[in-house]
């Protein structure tokens, strides 16, 4: 069996040669790509580059949307020992330009003109920067112009690999520079090797059972390991199909339509998906409600039974039938209705949430991991859920909690090191060979992981207690009025956030409830939405101690997203951004707050 990336793409290649690899959406209707069709894209695509100079040891980058083309382009890289730098399609120019320059890199392939256009207004600030390359659907369709008439040209005179003379590549060869994207701090190129990809996408495979028979719809950035390796690797390497969302709105129609198998998702994602599920529900009559929330605990009640061994009655078990062939079914349908497995990685996923997907059906596994450990750290065994947890180390990685809780990690994915940073490697592994994490958690005596916080977001208040703010704006984006929050409150004597809240649902409890307003903006302004948004945030406080509970906060009419770059790749919280930001709006906050008494005071 091969042991780097290509090699185990033109094992499958060789395998399934007229099964589909690919699909996406193009002029409204799915596009198909078998194996022995890819493969004959990655030679074409290869020979290209190769006549533009890109060798072996080279950095190739690699800016597309999920698309074929980032697949094409980043095998037909790796063919040939170049190392692939994923970029980021939201980037600004000013990131990009870092990125090429600190990576080195010799030639980018753009999936997208308009992309291409991006990199355009950095060209003179790119020394090592020599070529572009367009690889879009549009000029490969119309074969017109440079590289599309090159590689139709090439496709129409049957290029074979013996064309090309491609190195000899070992799992020990870099594979790819990937750059965190991280809340805080500039980023940093993490060297992963073939090794590194190849260990964590065959241990992912073995935990889950992903064959040829499996299918997938990729919609979160290829750019980030999460999907690359899990959603690509792992797939391809499987013979799999994968499905690529026409756009992130559109995820739940493309899943709908396309019967996926296997689905990878972020916390943020399923939590959408519950508060539309929910909104929908509330809008059908009280019959209907009544019986989605009797089916609801009917079904949990059969679950804790289950899970405590205890015995279920007849009675239970029939009306258990009825709600799943009335309720539980409906919502497996929606997805698809053949979905086996959800991944769930990215952040802890709330546990009500979790327990709901779980009582209608849904197989919810969370997994945890990192950019720098290719990424899979630990995830859930099919057979050995645990919901709170994040499952158990794979095969082959050791676990264990260090200094201030921190988790520590080794094993065959951890990463080589920064590119170019030396002493924020030796930070980063220790000389035993283990990454710290910088997150925090706690191991059970049968080795499953639980995630209680990370380092760098702990709040250290003025009277210095330590707090972590997940834990708390989970419990406030429980609400079906919050779409995100924010808490902060470093060095200061309280809590205050920034929420963003759920758009649509506040405008129909403002036309319920006779809420005159002119624009979305002002609407938030008025006394009624803010007194809503404060009694959201109080029922939360009645159940903490006084120095987490939140004493201020402030509606954002802007959402945190990719695009304005408060949000990660995996849809967490930029906090070092979004403060930077709204730094005058919580000046102002903390000053209005300060000159007035705090009730319940701040106790240390």
């Known amino acids: 069996m091969a042991d780097t990336i290509h090699g185990l793409f033109r094992e499958a290649a060789a395998n399934h040669s007229d099964k589909v690899a690919l699909r996406h959406r193009r002029g409204g209707r799915y596009v198909e790509m078998t194996y022995g069709e890819l493969e004959s894209w990655v030679d074409a695509v290869a020979a290209k580059l190769v006549s533009l100079g890109v060798k072996q040891g080279d950095a190739v980058g690699v800016l597309s949307y999920n698309r074929p083309q980032w697949v094409i382009a980043d095998l037909a890289s ?14 600004p120019p000013s990131y990009l330009q870092y990125i090429i320059n600190d990576s080195h890199m010799t030639v980018l392939v753009a999936g997208d003109a308009l992309l291409l256009t991006s990199i355009s207004t950095v060209m003179n600030e790119t020394p090592d920067l020599a070529q572009t390359l367009l690889l879009d659907d549009a000029a490969i369709a119309s074969g017109t112009g440079g590289f599309a008439s090159d590689l139709k040209s090439d496709l129409k005179d049957d ?32 060297v992963l090797t073939h090794a590194n990809i190849v260990f964590n996408a065959r241990a992912l495979t073995d935990r889950y059972g992903i064959c040829s028979d499996d299918s997938t719809v990729s919609y979160l950035p290829l750019s980030h390991m999460f999907e690359r390796t899990c959603g690509y690797y792992t797939f391809l390497f499987a013979g799999a199909t994968i499905t690529y969302a026409d756009q992130m709105t559109t995820v739940g129609k493309d899943v709908a339509a396309a019967h996926p198998t296997v689905l990878l998702a972020v916390p943020r994602v399923l939590e959408k998906a519950h508060a539309a599920a929910r909104w929908k529900i509330e809008g059908h009559s009280k019959r209907k409600q009544a019986l989605v929330r009797n089916a609801i605990r009917g079904l949990n009640e059969r679950a804790n039974r289950r899970y405590r061994g205890e015995r279920v009655s007849p009675w239970l078990t029939l009306k258990c039938a009825l709600y799943d062939r009335l309720v539980a079914k409906k919502f497996r349908d929606a997805a698809g209705g053949r979905l086996r497995i959800i991944v769930s990685g990215g952040a802890s996923l709330d546990k009500r949430i979790a327990k709901i997907l779980f009582v209608v059906g849904f197989n919810v596994l969370e997994g945890y991991g990192m950019t720098e450990a290719s990424p899979v750290i630990a995830c859930s065994p099919v057979d050995g859920i645990r919901i709170g947890t994040v499952g158990t180390p794979l095969d082959g990685v050791e676990v264990k909690i260090g200094k201030s809780d921190e988790i520590l990690v080794r094993g065959p994915g951890v990463m080589r090191g920064y590119l170019g940073r030396p002493e924020e490697t030796a930070e980063a592994l220790d000389s035993d060979g283990w990454l710290h994490s910088g997150d925090q958690g706690k191991l059970d005596v049968d080795g499953y992981l639980s995630i209680t916080g990370r380092l760098k977001d702990l709040i250290v208040t003025s009277y210095g207690k330590n707090i972590s703010p997940r834990p708390i704006e989970e419990k406030i984006t ?53 007194e809503l948004i404060s009694g959201e945030i109080d029922r939360v406080n009645k159940t903490s101690p006084s120095y987490e509970q939140v004493r201020g906060f402030e509606v954002l009419s802007e959402a945190f997203t990719l695009e304005n770059g408060m949000l990660t790749p995996t849809l967490k919280p930029r906090r070092g951004r979004i403060s930077m930001i709204h730094e005058e709006l919580i000046e102002r906050l903390y000053e209005h707050l300060d000159a007035r008494p705090v009730a319940g005071g701040d106790s240390a």
């Open 78 to 91: 790796l063919s040939l020992g170049a190392s692939v730098v994923p970029l980021y399609p939201t980037l």
């Open 478 to 530: 429980r609400s079906k009025y919050v779409a995100q929050v924010m808490v902060c409150g470093d060095n200061r004597k309280y809590l205050v956030a920034l929420v963003v809240p759920e758009r649509e649902v506040i405008e129909q409890y403002a036309r319920d409830n006779d809420i005159a307003f002119e624009d979305y903006a002002a609407l938030l302004g008025t006394d009624g939405i803010r």
């Open 159 to 190: 290029l074979s690999r013996r064309a090309i003379a491609y190195p000899k590549v070992t799992g020990d060869d870099v594979a790819t520079i990937v750059y965190t994207s991280g809340t805080t701090g500039a980023p940093k190129g993490v």
